[in-house]
Structures are given as structure tokens and as C-alpha cells.
């Protein structure tokens, strides 16, 4: 079953740190591009950082550059998202999905269907 699954969540204060992980299973993880997504309360989902299968370069969105750094261990079938430096507005359900980097943006690649994602919580 071709799936990936998320995890790593909680809740911090503000300036706090967690690490998001993204396990694949039944597929090859460097065939794909990889994205993690996240959506606020009330809001739509967002990118928030990608990373290509092939070569490895990142992409972020604007608000967590320098915070966020996302990457990948082939060996375990696993792709994580290091959250540094977190505020408020960092809270919201985080998924990870196959990812297409567009017009600047990290979008859904839509070959693989959403998981339950992870909730972060960033209040004091």
C-alpha cells in the first residue's frame, strides 16, 4: 500500500523546536519529490517546504525560511521537516504528500492521497 505517514507533533511555546517525521511506504521515496503542507484553523492547506527526489534541493515558503529545514534519510524511508524557532502562527495539522514545486510554491503532486497528518501547537 502506497502511503505515507506523519508524526512528531505537539505542543510547544513560542522560540520552541520539533521534528516532523514522514515515513513512505510501498514506494520508492527518491522517485519523489516530497512536500510537508500544513493547514492553520480556518485556513486551506498550504505549502510549507518540499525537497526533490532527484538532486535534493529544498524549497520554502517565505514565512519559515531560515526556521524550518526540511530533509531526507533514504535509508529509512523518511523524510523530515526540523521546526525551529516556532511562533503562533505555525499552528495547524502538518502533512507531508508527493510535492511539485510551481510558480514558487510547493503544491500537491496528487499521485499520492493525503494522511491524517500531525497537529503542532505553538502558544504560551
Known amino acids: 500500500q502506497v502511503q505515507l505517514v506523519e508524526s512528531g507533533g505537539g505542543s510547544v511555546q513560542p522560540g520552541g523546536s520539533l521534528r516532523l517525521s514522514c515515513v513512505a511506504s510501498g514506494f520508492n521515496l527518491a522517485d519523489y519529490a516530497i512536500g510537508w503542507f500544513r493547514r492553520a484553523p480556518g485556513k486551506g492547506r498550504e505549502g510549507v517546504s518540499c525537497?526533490?527526489?532527484?538532486?535534493?534541493?529544498?524549497y520554502y515558503r517565505d514565512s519559515v525560511k531560515g526556521r524550518f529545514t526540511i530533509s531526507r534519510d533514504p535509508s529509512k524511508d523518511t523524510v523530515y521537516l526540523q521546526m525551529d524557532k516556532l511562533e503562533p502562527e505555525d499552528t495547524g495539522v502538518y502533512f507531508c504528500?508527493?510535492?511539485?514545486?510551481?510558480?514558487?510554491?510547493?503544491?500537491?503532486?496528487?499521485?499520492?492521497?493525503w494522511g491524517q497528518g500531525t497537529q503542532v501547537t505553538v502558544s504560551s
Open positions: 504528500a508527493d510535492a511539485q514545486h510551481i510558480f514558487g510554491s510547493c503544491v500537491h503532486g496528487g499521485r499520492i492521497k
Open positions: 525537497i526533490n527526489g532527484y538532486d535534493e534541493t529544498s
